[in-house]
Each structure stands twice: as C-alpha cells, then as structure tokens.
C-alpha cells in the first residue's frame, strides 16, 4: 500500500538543532532518518481511507457470501419439508 510522504520540514529541524548547538552533520542526519521513519512508518488519512475502502468491500462480500448461504438452506429445508407428514 503506497504511503502520502507526511510533511516535515528537515530544513526547520536543522535550523533549530544547530542553533541549540548540535553539530550540522549531526543535525542533518537525524533530520533525514526522522524523516524516513515518518514517511514509512505513520500512516496518513489517505492510507486509513485506502484500508477503510477495503474493509468496506471484504464486509460486502462476506454478506453477500453469509446470505446466499442462509438462501440455500432456506431452499434445502423447503425442499425437505414435502417428505414431512
């Protein structure tokens, strides 16, 4: 499932790092695997609606699966019902 790159902005992230000290090869660094982490890791509502699509669907099929069963039993049971006395 193709994941929305979340924003976050490395170039802030450096900026305020750097200016609390951290050494800028340091800052850049975590600012691109932080980065990474969000990208590939946190889902983004375009994610949870591709999932909710497909939960929708498989709940369809499964009703649709759960009623033609209850139809066939329906029609055995009155199928059987003319051997009854």
């Given at each position: 499932?193709?994941?929305?790159?979340?924003?976050?902005?490395?170039?802030?992230?450096?900026?305020?790092?750097?200016?609390?000290?951290?050494?800028?090869?340091?800052?850049?660094?975590?600012?691109?695997?932080?980065?990474?982490?969000?990208?590939?890791?946190?889902?983004t509502k375009d994610d949870?609606?591709?999932?909710?699509?497909?939960?929708?669907?498989?709940?369809?099929?499964?009703?649709?699966?759960?009623?033609?069963?209850?139809?066939?039993t329906i029609v055995v049971?009155?199928?059987?019902?003319?051997?009854?006395p």
């Amino acid at each position: 499932m193709p994941m929305t790159n979340l924003a976050f902005d490395t170039h802030k992230f450096v900026k305020d790092l750097t200016k609390a000290k951290m050494p800028p090869e340091q800052a850049e660094a975590l600012a691109y695997h932080y980065a990474s982490l969000l990208n590939d890791r946190i889902a983004t509502k375009d994610d949870i609606r591709l999932v909710e699509a497909k939960i929708d669907s498989v709940s369809k099929d499964l009703w649709i699966k759960v009623l033609s069963a209850q139809i066939a039993t329906i029609v055995v049971i009155v199928g059987l019902l003319k051997y009854l006395p």
